[in-house]
């Protein structure tokens, strides 16, 4: 079950979000290029960042919102540093709200499209790019994007029972 749930459900998750687009992981690069700029409207993305206990690294984001029109291609960036002395691989969950957003919330670029590999006191910029679908219904205003690491296991280790 161990094995089944570290090396087999996160490649399936990650296929499932890339073809119904749930949590930003669709591919959306094609799309992005052909949405139009709706200037009429702003909504502010707010970005919130968490570390589990399990994890000994630093994580922060650049900036605690931004202010974007729908359509908009916007990049913002988060930093992660290991703390620890040996390597470290660590997996960002985002989440979004409201969750009626999050069909809307397109990221073409993202550190939590993958694992992210730490060696021991290492730092890392890591980039987001996404953009507002501009079909968001217009009572939404403000949506929350929150990203929480995760300590992944050793695969190394893991591989070798």
């Excluded at 730092?123 to 217009?138: G, N, Q, T, V």
């Excluded at 929150?146 to 050793?154: A, C, H, I, T, V």
Aim: hydrophobic share 40%.
């Amino acid at each position: 079950m161990f094995a089944f749930a570290v090396f087999v459900m996160p490649p399936i998750y990650d296929v499932f979000c890339e073809i119904t687009g749930l949590n930003g992981k669709g591919s959306n690069k094609a799309a992005a290029a052909s949405l139009h700029t709706d200037v009429s409207r702003t909504v502010a993305v707010e970005f919130l960042v968490d570390t589990d206990s399990a994890l000994p690294w630093d994580f922060r984001r650049g900036m605690p919102s931004v202010r974007v029109h729908p359509g908009e291609i916007t990049k913002t960036m988060f930093f992660v540093k290991n703390r620890d002395k040996r390597a470290i691989t660590g997996r960002a969950v985002p989440s979004i709200s409201p969750a009626e957003a999050a069909q809307y919330f397109k990221k073409t670029e993202c550190f939590c499209f993958s694992e992210q590999r730490l060696e021991g006191g290492a730092e890392k910029s890591m980039p987001m790019i996404f953009y507002i679908d501009p079909a968001l219904p217009k009572h939404i205003t403000t949506i929350t994007l929150s990203y929480k690491f995760y300590k992944q296991p050793d695969q190394v280790k893991t591989a070798n029972r």
